[in-house]
């Protein structure tokens, strides 16, 4: 019989220790886009310096297994609904249900401070992203093009909340 170890999911402020940790997490989790989808992810932007300032300006949550950090999702409040972004899992972790925790923990928090919806956009390749969020309730609401593209490049979806 495999044991899985608990997943606790943790607040992360600027402050946060292993905000390198964190960092690497999101570029391994990105990388299977890496040639797949064009533009390439803004992920490749992100350093630990701008990871803070994110983390002070979103609510940004971690799952952690022991001390080994599982996975993460940050949430971007607007006036009407959160934006969620960033959902990242460890890609040896992957298919265990921390992504979907994750999702679970960010739709109690957007219901906690009274935001009826939640939104995300992901890009125009990842179908298996897009059929994952249409099966966690998710819906298309419209599709944009990034500066210089003449063709849609991110689907934006969106998901009402009880």
Do not use: W
């Not at 990871?51 to 996975?71: P, S, T, V, Y």
């Not at 500066?147 to 009402?160: C, H, Q, V, W, Y």
């Amino acid at each position: 019989m495999l044991t899985i170890p608990p997943v606790t999911l943790l607040r992360v402020y600027a402050d946060f220790g292993r905000m390198d940790a964190l960092l690497d997490l999101i570029m391994r989790s990105f990388a299977y886009m890496n040639g797949v989808i064009d533009p390439p992810s803004s992920a490749h932007r992100l350093t630990v310096e701008n990871l803070r300032e994110k983390c002070e300006a979103e609510i940004a949550i971690a799952a952690q297994e022991d001390d080994r950090l599982a996975g993460c999702v940050f949430l971007a409040e607007r006036a009407d609904h959160f934006y969620l972004g960033k959902l990242a899992v460890d890609p040896a972790l992957q298919g265990r249900g921390i992504g979907r925790l994750l999702m679970q923990e960010a739709e109690a928090m957007a219901v906690a401070a009274g935001k009826p919806v939640i939104e995300l956009q992901t890009r125009i390749e990842l179908t298996g992203n897009q059929a994952a969020f249409a099966r966690m309730g998710f819906v298309e609401t419209g599709r944009t093009a990034h500066a210089g593209f003449n063709r849609p490049t991110s689907i934006t979806l969106r998901k009402a909340l009880r």
